[in-house]
């Protein structure tokens, strides 16, 4: 069954990287995928005598089965409307013309310097906000800032690196980061401390790379305008109204407890209503402004199906325990003491960018729990390179992440041309952070007395 599972999914994986040569759309790839899976592990397991025993039986099995499909829909769906309700969210500060706002502030033209303004920010923006959210944002100011195509590829590749290695080092900015703060593995001061300079450095370094490469000045697309002209005093509202509500589902988290997701819809709907009022009491004839209604409309499905079958077929998988099988091969191999489990995290970060980073943490989690007789302890460098790695490494690959994902789906990238333009670029980053990780773990850290005591 194991092998069976696993070229299932490596199959499903080379057809979505193949799409436009085979002419397939990834969604559909997807779909039909997270779809096998799931049958194939059913159809082994329901005539296994020694798996319906364990579970007392046919109805038992089934039983399980139900439940692990709920349980693993339910954390998808999450994701999917918590991308839902970003997109609709930024196309409607899009809508409204309040990226006009940020992107006349910003009036280089010179492409060395644009891109390290676009990656300063979406680096310290996914802090704070997600990396997902943050890639979403970025590229919608970067369709108002670079015409050429291509061209505006290359800063969304960047946008990805610099997003995933911005989300690494806050408790707030990365998925994983946030399941190893919230399960105690890490603290908050510890996890920023500690790997805040090695994820600067995986974004600088795939951005001084690609400096070297351009030259000359870009080409900012036509001014747009939609039916009608929004007043100055509405872009600044919605904008001002949707980053907050951004910002606000971070925060909505840490006070209530309960999933993101909530808190972006929550944000929605406060501002839906906002430009509902705004549209009822400013449109003019034959001229409405825009609603949540009517950009929902225009909302990018098939990226969020996209999701929904990649997500469903990685869960699979953990359901069948491979995943937790390929944690323990790692242990066994490498080891849990230094350099062992640097190496662990290492190759953890490059999977993550072929196997969802969020399974392959949890099985890290699970192997190595807290509490009496820890192999590590909490603020362990294992959590703290593993919340690294995890982070980055998804960035080697354009499905390899959500902000990769998101991306993607807007953008319409080639899953080869970002093989072949970006896949380089992030691993030089991936392990010249890594670099400066290990060494100042080894060195400064265990070195210098106060620092040690801050982290």
């Given at each position: 069954?194991?092998?069976?599972?696993?070229?299932?999914?490596?199959?499903?994986?080379?057809?979505?990287?193949?799409?436009?040569?085979?002419?397939?759309?990834?969604?559909?790839?997807?779909?039909?995928?997270?779809?096998?899976?799931?049958?194939?592990?059913?159809?082994?397991?329901?005539y296994n005598p020694a798996i319906l025993s364990e579970y007392g039986g046919l109805e038992g099995y089934r039983h399980f089965v139900s439940e692990s499909l709920v349980e693993n829909l339910g954390e998808t769906a999450e994701i999917v409307f918590f991308l839902l309700g970003a997109m609709t969210?930024?196309?409607?500060?899009?809508?409204?013309?309040?990226?006009?706002?940020?992107?006349?502030?910003?009036?280089?033209?010179?492409?060395?310097?644009?891109?390290?303004?676009?990656?300063?920010?979406?680096?310290?923006?996914?802090?704070?906000?997600?990396?997902?959210?943050?890639?979403?944002?970025?590229?919608?100011?970067?369709?108002?800032?670079?015409?050429?195509?291509?061209?505006?590829?290359?800063?969304?590749?960047?946008?990805?690196?610099?997003?995933?290695?911005?989300?690494?080092?806050?408790?707030?900015?990365?998925?994983?980061?946030?399941?190893?703060?919230?399960?105690?593995?890490?603290?908050?001061?510890?996890?920023?401390?500690?790997?805040?300079?090695?994820?600067?450095?995986?974004?600088?370094?795939?951005?001084?790379?690609?400096?070297?490469?351009?030259?000359?000045?870009?080409?900012?697309?036509?001014?747009?305008?939609?039916?009608?002209?929004?007043?100055?005093?509405?872009?600044?509202?919605?904008?001002?109204?949707?980053?907050?509500?951004?910002?606000?589902?971070?925060?909505?988290?840490?006070?209530?407890?309960?999933?993101?997701?909530?808190?972006?819809?929550?944000?929605?709907?406060?501002?839906?209503?906002?430009?509902?009022?705004?549209?009822?009491?400013?449109?003019?004839?034959?001229?409405?402004?825009?609603?949540?209604?009517?950009?929902?409309?225009?909302v990018d499905v098939p990226t969020i199906l996209f999701f929904l079958g990649i997500l469903m077929a990685v869960s699979c998988l953990k359901v069948?325990?491979?995943?937790?099988?390929?944690?323990?091969?790692?242990?066994?191999?490498?080891?849990?003491?230094?350099?062992?489990?640097?190496?662990?995290?290492?190759?953890?970060?490059?999977?993550?960018?072929?196997?969802?980073?969020?399974?392959?943490?949890?099985?890290?989690?699970?192997?190595?729990?807290?509490?009496?007789?820890?192999?590590?302890?909490?603020?362990?460098?294992?959590?703290?390179?593993?919340?690294?790695?995890?982070?980055?490494?998804?960035?080697?690959?354009?499905?390899?992440?959500?902000?990769?994902?998101?991306?993607?789906?807007?953008?319409?990238?080639?899953?080869?041309?970002?093989?072949?333009?970006?896949?380089?670029?992030?691993?030089?980053?991936?392990?010249?952070?890594?670099?400066?990780?290990?060494?100042?773990?080894?060195?400064?850290?265990?070195?210098?007395?106060?620092?040690?005591?801050?982290?």
């Open positions: 069954m194991v092998v069976a599972l696993v070229t299932l999914f490596i199959v499903g994986y080379f057809f979505i990287a193949m799409e436009h040569p085979f002419k397939i759309n990834k969604t559909a790839t997807a779909l039909l995928l997270g779809c096998l899976i799931w049958a194939v592990y059913n159809m082994f397991n329901m969210i930024v196309t409607l500060i899009e809508d409204y013309q309040g990226f006009t706002v940020i992107t006349d502030k910003i009036t280089t033209t010179d492409k060395k310097k644009l891109l390290w303004v676009v990656s300063i920010l979406t680096f310290f923006l996914s802090a704070l906000l997600d990396n997902m959210t943050t890639a979403i944002v970025m590229v919608a100011l970067l369709r108002k800032l670079i015409a050429d195509r291509k061209e505006r590829w290359l800063y969304a590749g960047m946008v990805i690196l610099a997003a995933n290695a911005g989300g690494a080092w806050s408790p707030i900015g990365d998925v994983t980061t946030i399941m190893l703060w919230i399960g105690g593995q890490v603290t908050t001061v510890n996890i920023m401390v500690k790997t805040l300079i090695a994820s600067l450095v995986c974004m600088a370094v795939p951005v001084l790379i690609l400096g070297c490469t351009l030259k000359g000045e870009i080409v900012r697309p036509e001014s747009e305008q939609s039916g009608i002209e929004v007043a100055p005093w509405m872009r600044r509202l919605v904008l001002i109204m949707g980053v907050c509500g951004l910002v606000f589902v971070p925060i909505f988290k840490t006070i209530t407890h309960l999933p993101p997701y909530l808190g972006m819809l929550l944000a929605l709907s406060v501002l839906w209503i906002t430009t509902e009022i705004l549209s009822r009491k400013h449109s003019k004839e034959g001229h409405k402004l825009p609603t949540a209604v009517s950009t929902l409309e225009h069948a325990g491979i995943l937790g099988t390929l944690a323990g091969g790692l242990n066994d191999t490498f080891g849990s003491e230094a350099p062992g489990f640097f190496f662990i995290d290492l190759i953890i970060g490059v999977l993550s960018s072929v196997v969802d980073n969020v399974p392959l943490v949890a099985a890290a989690m699970g192997m190595y729990p807290l509490g009496d007789g820890a192999i590590f302890d909490v603020n362990h460098p294992f959590w703290e390179f593993l919340a690294y790695c995890a982070g980055t490494g998804g960035s080697l690959l354009i499905i390899g992440s959500a902000a990769g994902v998101a991306v993607m789906g807007m953008e319409k990238i080639d899953f080869i041309w970002y093989l072949k333009k970006i896949t380089l670029l992030a691993l030089a980053g991936y392990l010249a952070g890594a670099l400066i990780f290990i060494l100042m773990d080894v060195t400064l850290f265990e070195q210098v007395a106060w620092l040690r005591d801050l982290a």
